[in-house]
């Protein structure tokens, strides 16, 4: 199983991408391809992943002070020997271009899917419009469909039932408006709403 993370940059998508990795069973590993934000990267969070028994691949230059966009891995091979992964992907449109180099190898495969992670509490992501807007772009960029939406409306420690709440009808009629299925609307673990997936904030999502 591939599992895809996009999203506006300040939605939540390193978080979402470990808490999604954390859950799965079987070998795992989760793919750092963020080369535009070289600061709040899946690779911060390698303790929480590996207490989960997840792998984590990340460029050589994650975690240090060169901000060198550089991917020395090859995500095919990667794909092909592991059962599960997940691939943290760098902010709209432009951290995105870096997939279409592998288009055509995951389009060739039925195990692929595109999560979409929509913050309605974030600049250029407020309204359904907005959203649908950055998701264009980033299917136009890597040359792939999204298949679903993560609604990670969120306010960082500000975060109560009332915001979460507040994202559920945008993220319906984001779906309406772009056709695509919601795949899961998140809440923090400890207030674990009915009908959301509970994450683990191991990130600021102010600024992951």
């Given at each position: 199983m591939i599992v895809i993370i996009t999203g506006h940059y300040g939605s939540g998508k390193s978080t979402v991408a470990a808490n999604l990795a954390a859950s799965m069973t079987g070998d795992t590993v989760i793919v750092d391809m963020d080369t535009v934000d070289p600061y709040y990267r899946t690779a911060d969070l390698k303790t929480y992943l590996e207490a989960h028994g997840v792998r984590v691949i990340a460029p050589m230059y994650a975690r240090t002070n060169l901000d060198v966009p550089v991917l020395d891995y090859d995500i095919q091979t990667i794909c092909e020997n592991t059962e599960n992964v997940v691939i943290d992907m760098?902010?709209?449109?432009?951290?995105?271009?870096?997939?279409?180099?592998?288009?055509?190898?995951?389009?060739?495969?039925?195990?692929?899917?595109?999560?979409y992670v929509v913050n309605f509490r974030r600049m250029l992501t407020s309204s359904p419009a907005q959203a649908?807007?950055?998701?264009?772009?980033?299917?136009?960029?890597?040359?792939?469909?999204?298949?679903?939406?993560?609604?990670?409306?969120?306010?960082?420690?500000?975060t109560d039932e009332d915001i979460i709440r507040e994202g559920i009808p945008k993220a319906e009629e984001l779906s309406r408006m772009t056709g695509t299925d919601i795949y899961a609307h998140t809440s923090p673990r400890e207030l674990s709403l009915e009908g959301t997936m509970p994450i683990d904030i191991i990130m600021d999502n102010r600024l992951g």
């Open positions: 760098g902010g709209d449109d432009a951290g995105t271009y870096p997939l279409g180099r592998y288009r055509a190898y995951l389009s060739s495969r039925s195990d692929v899917k595109m999560l649908a807007e950055v998701m264009g772009e980033i299917e136009a960029a890597c040359g792939l469909k999204i298949g679903g939406i993560i609604n990670n409306t969120c306010l960082g420690e500000e």
